[in-house]
């Protein structure tokens, strides 16, 4: 791609990449990880005509959560039932009923390989663009509560505009 000029690579992240759930730390942990990491990549190689792009897809209707894919502790903790044992539930509820339909997301895929101009973030899928507009919404109305220390830090030369 170096010598070409001219590239494009896609990296895989999910939901739990955008915004945590519990119950998914260690996954979603990597996957902010994937996240990052293309963001970096997306400056690095555009100087050299190349594209990085990280995908997001929410839930689709595969076998992901099903005992194929999915493994599950055993040992049960009950002062995690209220977070982690409802995601269990959910997570039993709604196999095989999740919103995304995998073939479209292939199409997806295939008109993103085909871009001239493709983006860095692509959520898909209209549970992931919604978890990610809820936590955007509340990281703003936090920085807004926190602003004065936000901003406090800074050394008093520096002039802030809100």
């Known amino acids: 791609m170096r010598k070409e000029r001219k590239g494009h690579v896609i990296n895989i992240s999910s939901v739990g990449g955008l915004a945590a759930y519990f119950g998914w730390g260690v996954y979603g942990s990597t996957k902010f990880a994937v996240e990052g990491l293309t963001e970096a990549m997306a400056l690095e190689l555009a100087p050299l005509g190349i594209y990085a792009t990280v995908v997001a897809p929410g839930f689709f209707r595969t076998n992901f959560l099903d005992e ?69 919404a509340a990281f703003e109305k936090e920085i807004e509560e926190w602003y004065d220390v936000v901003v406090g830090t800074d050394h008093d030369d520096v002039k802030h505009s809100k």
């Open 68 to 136: 194929s894919s999915l493994t599950r502790t055993s040992n049960e903790i009950g002062d995690y039932h209220e977070t982690v044992g409802n995601m269990r539930a959910f997570a039993t509820e709604v196999n095989y009923k999740q919103p995304g339909d995998p073939e479209k997301l292939a199409q997806a895929f295939i008109k993103l390989a085909a871009a001239e101009k493709p983006p860095v973030h692509l959520p898909l899928g209209s549970d992931t663009l919604q978890r990610f507009r809820e936590k955007t």
